[in-house]
């Protein structure tokens, strides 16, 4: 397990960061969770035009875009990300964000979305999700009732988990299934 925590340490600090954010004083929190958690190799640009300029020029392991537009929106800017093959995992950002807002985001390809005010744990579960954790599916994302679609999938998601649970509790020794 120590192995591992430093691996992953070492993993993060040679990880570039990109930060598209026009608000000075979120870009700031933002980019002390992201040196907290290890990383130490961070660019911030204060638009989304800037941010695909230094995406052109450099690869980025990861982005952190806010998703309040500037020169471009944060759509526009995922959706040129593919097209240079930008960052591996971008991660939107909003103080009010919509639910049509977030599913656009995600259907362009955003892998999370965090919603301020975070904490460094909270900012940590959702990078690591968004590095390692799957995408929602298309028939989410495209669903007629979006809602009763992800909501189905919370649950499903759930039942598995108890599943899990009460088999390690009947079985405390044994492996996963």
Do not use: W
Request: proline share 3%.
């Amino acid at each position: 397990m120590a192995a591992d925590t430093k691996s992953n340490t070492a993993n993060r600090a040679t990880s570039p960061v990109l930060i598209v954010c026009r608000n000075a004083d979120l870009a700031l929190k933002i980019r002390q969770c992201v040196l907290h958690l290890g990383y130490s190799q961070i660019s911030s640009t204060s638009t989304h035009g800037q941010g695909l300029e230094r995406v052109k020029g450099r690869r980025f392991d990861f982005a952190i875009i806010d998703s309040t537009p500037t020169d471009l929106s944060a759509l526009e800017f995922i959706n040129q990300c593919k097209i240079v093959q930008g960052p591996n995992a971008i991660l939107a950002l909003s103080t009010n964000p919509s639910v049509d807002n977030v599913f656009d985001l995600l259907k362009a390809g955003a892998r999370g979305f965090v919603v301020t005010p975070f904490t460094v744990n909270s900012f940590e579960v959702a990078m690591s999700a968004a590095l390692e954790g799957q995408m929602l599916s298309e028939a989410i994302l495209e669903a007629r009732d979006r809602n009763a679609a992800l909501a189905g999938l919370v649950l499903n998601s759930l039942y598995k988990l108890t599943s899990r649970i009460k088999y390690h509790r009947a079985h405390p020794y044994a492996l996963d299934k």
